[in-house]
């Protein structure tokens, strides 16, 4: 069964761009029908979605992130990555990476979670 | 955006309760709401979809309904795993989640 793991920098600095990977085993990213999301949990903000990435490639992103983020994906690797800049306090956060499997059943829910990572932004 | 408000914030049960949390959307969502349990430490967990649907592998006793904008989750007969926090979601306008409604025992 498929499941994703998160990797990158535990500790940012103001101004910087925060990066994250996550780690696709047991199915392959690109297969044609995943959509894969980035959400982040944090006491003052609660579950937020950040935006996702679909196999075929298009990327929607939460409006309110739009100008500082970017998510790709390398199918040679079966990781997508996170990028985040400009980054402040306010997003020091558990990153998590989701994943949304049968989007025609269940709609735009996430039925897969990776264990999360914790990032602090801090000088 | 479209907010979502779970109340309560905190609820007390005992095993072997009914309880039922509720989550109010700011506008109508249709029934496109979902329900996830979250445990200390650990990811959430999706516990129901389309307001009503019941995830696979999820136990029968977790049970959702409601459209447009009001919505509960009810848990028949706690079980001591069932403690921990509950988050709604909507999928109506992009994705947004309540805040939460942690079930402790009593």
């Known amino acids: 069964q498929v499941q994703l793991q998160e990797s990158g920098s535990a500790l940012v600095r103001p101004s910087q761009t925060l990066s994250l990977t996550c780690s696709v085993s047991?199915?392959?990213?690109?297969?044609?029908?995943?959509?894969w999301s980035w959400i982040r949990q944090s006491p003052g903000k609660g579950l937020e979605w950040m935006g996702y990435?679909?196999?075929?490639?298009?990327?929607y992103f939460n409006p309110t992130l739009q100008s500082r983020i970017t998510i790709s994906v390398d199918t040679s690797k079966n990781h997508f990555s996170l990028k985040l800049n400009s980054v402040t306090a306010a997003d020091t956060a558990v990153y998590y990476c989701?994943?949304?499997?049968?989007?025609?059943?269940?709609?735009?829910?996430?039925?897969?979670w990776g264990r999360g990572s914790q990032v602090t932004v801090s000088s | 955006d479209i907010q979502m408000i779970q109340s309560p914030s905190t609820l007390s049960a005992s095993v072997g309760d009914r309880v039922t949390i509720t989550c109010r959307a700011s506008?109508?969502?249709?029934?496109?709401l979902a329900w996830y349990q979250q445990k200390p430490g650990k990811a959430p967990n999706l516990l129901i979809y389309k307001a009503s649907s019941l995830q696979n592998g999820v136990p029968s006793r977790f049970s959702g309904s409601g459209s447009g904008t009001d919505f509960t989750l009810t848990i028949s007969g706690l079980q001591p795993d069932d403690f921990a926090t509950y988050y709604c979601q909507q999928y109506h306008t992009y994705y947004t989640f309540g805040q939460g409604t942690k079930l402790e025992i009593k």
């Open positions: 990435i679909h196999d075929s490639g298009s990327t």
């Open positions: 506008q109508s969502v249709g029934s496109l």
């Open positions: 047991g199915g392959s990213i690109g297969s044609g029908h995943f959509y």
């Open positions: 989701a994943s949304t499997s049968s989007v025609v059943v269940t709609g735009m829910t996430f039925d897969l």
